[in-house]
């Protein structure tokens, strides 16, 4: 092994425990809320609106938009595809307006 593998090794183990924190947040911690928001702005007649989440997975880390955020974000992508959320109808975006915490915006256009 040489130390660019040993580098690259350890990088792609934390992205892929990001990504896979990132699906996890929104199709296990965050499913309830999701099918509640959704099912709200349906009822209203909303075809444009957001969804905020605020994730505990590094939020520090995630809020410095590096590649960290980069797999968390594209683990949400992944999960919201599987629930066939294509990408023309959800955007997602971090959300760093209050400087204590750290949110996720799901902005929808149905």
């Known amino acids: 092994m040489s130390l660019r593998t040993d580098y690259t090794d350890a990088f792609d183990?934390?992205?892929?425990?990001?990504r896979t924190a990132g699906n996890d947040f929104l199709l296990v911690t965050s499913a309830v809320t999701i099918a509640a928001e959704l099912a709200a702005a349906s009822a209203a007649g909303k075809k444009i609106f957001t969804i905020t989440l605020a994730p505990t997975y590094d939020?520090?880390?995630?809020?410095l938009l590096g590649p960290k955020?980069?797999?968390?974000?594209?683990g949400m992508e992944e999960a919201l595809y599987s629930e066939d959320v294509i990408s023309s109808e959800v955007?997602?975006?971090e959300n760093c307006g209050d400087v204590s915490t750290f949110q996720v915006d799901l902005n929808f256009t149905f």
């Open 13 to 18: 183990v934390v992205m892929n425990a990001a």
């Open 59 to 63: 939020p520090a880390d995630l809020k």
């Open 69 to 74: 955020w980069l797999a968390f974000k594209s």
């Open 91 to 93: 955007s997602v975006a």
